[in-house]
C-alpha cells in the first residue's frame, strides 16, 4: 500500500497520464464516431475525474458537488453507453480544468486531512480505475487509427530479441487461486485465495507470435469450420474474419495497422488483437489448447516444490518474485511504445521458464469470468458482478497497462468477441 504521499504522486501522475493521451487530438477527434467498442474520449476523460471525485472527495460525506451537472452526465452506471454522444458536455477545456480541479482537490485532502483507512483506499481505487479508462484511451486510438499515444518517460527494454520456443512442465497439486488476505489492495474479483487441483500441465514459455498466427491464417484456418466452436463460427462468419482484424495482406506480405500507420508484421512479437474465439481457434489447429485460469496462475506464481518436486505453497507477486515490475522483467507502462518480442525480458521470467506473463500483451484464458466462492462485491457493485459468465478471462497486463495495476492473481474480462483490445494468448499442450 503507498503511503499518502506516493498515493498522491500516484494521483498526479494518473492524471497527467490521462490528460497526456488524449492532448494531441482535435475536438472531432475527441468525439469519434459511435461505435459500441469506445467511448467519446471527450466523455470518458470527465467520467474519470467524475468518478474521483464521486468516490474519493464525496462518498460518506456532505459535500456539495463540484459541478451541479455531474452525475447526469459522467456516472456510467446511469448513462447508457449510446447516449454518451447527445450529452450537453462541458467543452473540453472545462473539462480538462475539472479534471484539474478534482485532482488538486484530491490531493490537497490526502495531505491535510487525517489519516483514514477508507480515504486511502477509495483515493487508490479511483487511480486504478483512471489507469483502466488510460488503457481504454490507447485501444480506442488504435481502433480509430489515430497516432500511437505518447511513450512515456523510462527507459525502454530491449525489444527485439528474437523468439521463444517450448513448454514449460508444471508439476500437478492443489494451490490457493486467488489474492491472500494480505495483500493490501485487491479488486472484489480476486478474493479470496481457494484451493484448487491442478493436474501436471505443459504450458508455451512465450505467447503465440505473429509469425505463429500467419501460419494459421495462411493454412486456411478461418474457413475451416471443424477448427471453430459453434459461437465461434457462428462469430467469425458474422464479422467476416478472414485474418486478425487490423492484418492486410498486398504483394510484399502481411502486414498490420499500428495506430495510424502500416507496418509489416512482427514476426516474433506476439499476436495482439485477436478474440477469444479466434485463440479457440487457433489452439484446434495447432493441436494445443488454451491454460486454465487456475494453470496460468499456478504458471506464474508458483515454485517446484520441496526437492523439485510437486508445487509450493509459497506464491510470488510476480512471475519473478516479490519485488515490483522494472523495465528488465515487464514491457509496461506505454515506456516501449508497442510490443517486445516474446524472447525478450528473460529477467521477468516465472520459476517455471515462462517469460512474459506480466506485460507486453493480455492472455485469453480458456475460463468463463466467474466469481470466486463467496464473492460480494465491493462498494463499487458494478466493477465486476454485472459481467460474470458473459466475459471471458484475460491475465497479465499488456505493455501499456500501468505497473501499479497489476498482480499475478489480476483478472481483466472482456467478451470473447472483443478484437479491439490488447489481447493474445499462450497456449498448452493437449
Ligand atoms: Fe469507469
Known sequence: MPDPTQLARWVRD????????????????????????????????GHVAWFQEFWALRH????????????????????AHE??????????EETKAYMREVRDRLVHRLATAPPSRELHYLALYTVFHEDMHGEAFTYTRQTLAYPPPPTTAGLAPDLAAGPLGGDAEVPGGTFKLGSGTDEPFVFDNEKWAHAVDVAPFAIARAPVTQEQFVAFVEDGGY?????????????RTGVEAAHPVY?????????????????????HRPVIHVSWYEAEAYCAWAGRRLPTEAEWEAAASLEPGPGGRGLSARKRRFPWGDDPPTPQRANLDGRAGGGADVGALAGGDSAFGCRQMIGNVWEWVADDFRPYPGFAPDMY????QPWFGTHKVLRGGCWVTRARLLRNTWRNFYTPDRRDVWAGFRTCRL
Open 14 to 45: 494518473a492524471r497527467e497520464r490521462s490528460l497526456a493521451l488524449v492532448a494531441d487530438l482535435s475536438p472531432e477527434q475527441l468525439k469519434g464516431p459511435r461505435l459500441a467498442i469506445v467511448n467519446p474520449l471527450h466523455w470518458e476523460i
Open 381 to 384: 457493485r458494478d466493477y465486476s
Open 247 to 267: 492484418w492486410r495482406r498486398d504483394a510484399v506480405g502481411w502486414h498490420r495497422r499500428d495506430f495510424d500507420r502500416w507496418v509489416r508484421l512482427e514476426a
Open 223 to 235: 474457413a475451416r469450420r471443424e477448427l471453430w466452436s459453434e459461437s465461434g463460427w457462428r462469430w
Open 60 to 79: 460518506g460525506r456532505v459535500e456539495k458537488a463540484l459541478r451541479a451537472d455531474g452525475d447526469a452526465l459522467w456516472d456510467s452506471g446511469a448513462i
Open 83 to 92: 447516449t454518451r454522444w447527445d450529452l450537453p458536455l462541458p467543452s473540453i
